[in-house]
């Protein structure tokens, strides 16, 4: 089993930076990935990383902004958020995958975290 914890939410303003730390315990992890859910909406892809953190993804909202990597060492992802906008509030979650690839589809990961809130003001 695993356990994922993230870390690192809170409030800013537009224009801030975050970064989200997501901590994993009981085994090994393969690819991670975040996702986030916003009041009345579903749950979407935000970035990805595979088991070896060579390859990521990214939603295009995230592309140019957000940052994934991670420190297989210390079984944790990161997500490093620049130029944060109002539109990015939400729920942060943080996923794992049984699966060595980088995922975008939520159906492929079977760990997940609690989530982190994350709130932007304009």
């Known amino acids: 089993q695993v356990q994922l914890v993230e870390s690192g939410g809170g409030l800013v303003q537009a224009g801030a930076s975050l970064r989200l730390s997501c901590a994993a315990s009981?085994?090994?992890?393969?690819?991670m990935g975040w996702f986030r859910q916003a009041p009345g909406k579903e749950r979407e892809f935000v970035a990805t990383i595979s088991g070896g953190g060579a390859t990521t993804y990214y939603a295009d909202s995230a592309k140019g902004r957000f940052t994934i990597s991670r420190d297989n060492a210390k079984n944790a992802a990161y997500l490093q958020m620049n130029s944060l906008k109002p539109e990015d509030t939400a729920v942060y979650y943080c996923a794992a995958s049984p699966l060595p690839a980088a995922q975008r589809s939520i159906h492929l990961y079977a760990y997940w975290g609690q989530g982190t809130q994350v709130t932007v003001s304009s």
């Open positions: 009981g085994r090994a992890v393969n690819a």
